[in-house]
C-alpha cells in the first residue's frame, strides 16, 4: 500500500510467470523503485491543485 499527501493511496501488486517466479523474493523496495519510475508522469498529478467534485460542491453548498 501507499499513500502519497492526502490526495492519492493504492496498493501496488507484482506478478511473476512461472517458472521465473521461483526465484523472485520481494520486498518493499520494488514498491519504492515502481513509485520512483513513475514519477516523472506521476509529478504533474501531484503538484496540480486538486479538482472539486460534485460531492465537494453540494456540500459547501449545503452548509451555507
Given at each position: ?9 493504492g ?27 513513475m ?26
Open positions: 500500500m501507499f499513500a502519497i499527501g492526502d490526495r492519492f493511496y496498493t501496488l501488486t507484482a506478478w511473476v510467470h512461472e517458472p521465473y517466479a521461483a526465484r523472485y523474493e520481494f520486498t518493499s523496495a520494488l514498491s519504492v523503485q515502481l513509485l520512483k519510475s514519477a516523472p508522469v506521476l509529478q504533474p498529478l501531484l503538484e496540480s491543485a486538486p479538482t472539486k467534485t460534485a460531492s465537494v460542491a453540494a456540500t459547501k453548498v449545503a452548509a451555507q
